[in-house]
């Protein structure tokens, strides 16, 4: 069994394969000039989704069969930070030219862009998101406030959020 790994050691970013049963490295795969800083990645099938944290982001596809770079898009937002998916979409947690959250989200069968939601004012600089039921949670920062923002992914809307900082609990 192997997994890909993406990695910030160098720009542009590289992907380092590695086999777990070994725990050696058996490969590295150098991405495209400009597909810098891949801060997150996600597997879905046989390929590999790479967000990179440049301006404006950028997602790789990744084909793991050949480990071969075989697309990448890129996007409206800024600074592609997370990136998951559920199967039939990419979500990408990114910044608008304002440094305000908004979440990107990437049809998988097409790999184009298909839609945004901005984050309520002051919910800026996401850094992780994850997917259960029906809802997409994203952690943001704004300043030294953290919350917790929730995403309808069925009507693609903002739904609510959370203050998780110390001084709130």
Known sequence: TTKQIATKIAIPTII??????TF??????????????????TIYGTNLYVSCDTSPAIVVKIDLTTFTRTGAVTLTQNRGVSITNDGA????TCRDATDLGVLVRIDIATFLEDGTVTFTAGRTSPV??????????VIC?????????KIDKLNWTYNTDINISPRYL
Do not use: F, M, Q
Request: glycine fraction near 14%; charged fraction near 15%.
């Open 16 to 21: 380092v394969k590695i086999d777990t049963t």
């Open 24 to 41: 050696t490295r058996v490969g590295a795969l150098t991405l495209n000039a400009g597909e810098n800083d891949g801060g997150d990645a």
């Open 89 to 92: 979409k990419l979500y990408v």
């Open 128 to 137: 992780d998101s994850v997917i259960v039921g029906n809802y997409i949670y």
């Open 141 to 149: 920062y704004s300043g030294s406030t953290g919350y917790v923002c």
